[in-house]
C-alpha cells in the first residue's frame, strides 16, 4: 500500500510540473492537458474510492507464520472488554486492540463435543457425526492439525481432555499433546512448550476448561466483579442445599441439566440469585485472564509475535438465567461466540459477517498461504460469505438453528415438532419475542430442510 500512496503522489507532481510549464508557454493547451491528467487520476484511483465506499475489509495475509488457537471454552463474547467495555479482561483487551473482531461468528453446537470437532475440522455435526457422547469420528474425517502437518508445520495440542482431547481422538493429526484440564493446575505445562518447541512453523492449540462451572474455584467473588450482595433467597429449598459457594452452583448447575432433559421447571431464581450466579461467572473470566497474561507474555519473550497469528474463541458460551443456565440452547449467549485473530501487520477491522466455526481451518489456512481444504463445509471468508449458518443440537432431542444474521430459527428435527421458535436477532437480541406466526419464516424452514438433507 506505501509504494502504492508513493507512486499516486509521484503521479501528482509530475502532472503539477507539466502543467504549471504549459501554463506559462502555451495557454492554449493547459485546459486539454488538465483535463487529460484528471481523466488518468479517475481511471488511477477509482478502485481506491469504490473500495472506501464499499467498505470491505482488506484479506490480511501471514504467509507460513506460526497460529496459536487459545480455546477457553464456555467463554461468553459480553464478558470481554474488547466486545462489551466491561472490565475483567484487562490482558485480553490490551493483547487483541489491534485484532480482527468477529462480531457475528457462531458455533455449530451448544456444547463442546459437537462445535469442537467443527472446528478442528470444518464440518457440521451432521457431517463429523460427534453429535452424541462416545462417538468417535471417523479416520477418513482430515483434522486441521493433520492438514497442517501435511503442510510442514510442527503441530502442538495442549488441551483441557474429555470433549477436547485424545478421549475422542482430537489429538490426531498432533505431533505433540497434552493434557492441561486448566491453566489454573498447569499453566507451567503451557509456559514450559511455548519456551521449549522452536521449530518453525508451528500450530498450537490451548484448549482449557477454566471458565466452565463450578464458577467459583478461585476463592470469594472477586473484587472485580462488583458482587458485593448477599444471598437472599433458597430458590431450592426443598431439597435442602446449602446455599452459598461452590454447592450453590453446582447444584444450580445440576439441577438445570436435569431441567432440560425432563423439561421441568426446577429451579427459580431470584434476581439476587442471579447477580451472585453471574458474579460467579465473572470470577472465572477474571481468573483466565490473569493466567493468559502469562501465556502473552511467554510468545512475546521467544520473539515470535511478529510471525505468529494468535487467535481467541470459544466453542460455545453460556447462558446465565437469560432463558436458562449453563449450555444447551441454542440461544446468542451460547450460539454467538468471540472471534479475535491478532495478526502481524494487519489493519485492526471489525468483521460484522455471518462466520461459523468451520470457516476457522480453511480460512487460517487461507491466511498462512495453504491452499483452502476441500470437501468441507467452511468456507475461506477472506474471499466468500455466507447467506445463512447452522447450529445442531441433539439435548435432548435433535434440533436445528439456522440464522441470516437477522432471523434466526430454532425448530426440533427436520420434521419441525413442537414449539417453533422464530426471532429478529437485530431488534430483539435477548430473544424475548417469538416472531413465529407473525413474520414470515417459510425462507428459513426450507434452509434447514435443505441442510438436513445435504
Ligand atoms: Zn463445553
Redesign the pocket.
Known sequence: MNGEIANIVLGVVIAASVLGYMYQRDKRLFFPALGFFAFVALMVSGPYVTGFFAHDPVAPTCEGCNVVIIVP??LRKDYLGVYSGVSYTPSIDAFFADAWKFTNYYGTAP??LP??TSMLTGLYPKNHKLIHNGYNFSEDIMTMAQYFAKNGYFTISLNGGG?MGADYNLTRGFSYARELYRFENNLDIALDTIEAFTIEPFLMLMSVYDV?DPYNRYGPVSAATGYTGVLASDPISTRSLEHTGELYVQNIVNLSRAFVTSNQSIVTLSDEDVAYFRARYADNVVHLDSKLKSVFDALEARGILNNTIVVLTS??GEELYEHWLS?SLMYEPVMNTPLLLRIPQATKTTYTKLMSNVDLFPSLSALVGLDVPKNIDGINIWNESHDYIFGESDIPRHKYMVTDGTYKLLVENEHFLGTIELYNIKNDPGENYNVYGLTGAQTYFDQITLFSRS
Do not use: K, L, M, Y
Open positions: 471454552e464456555v456444547w463442546t462445535s469442537h470433549h466452565h466453542n460455545h449450555h
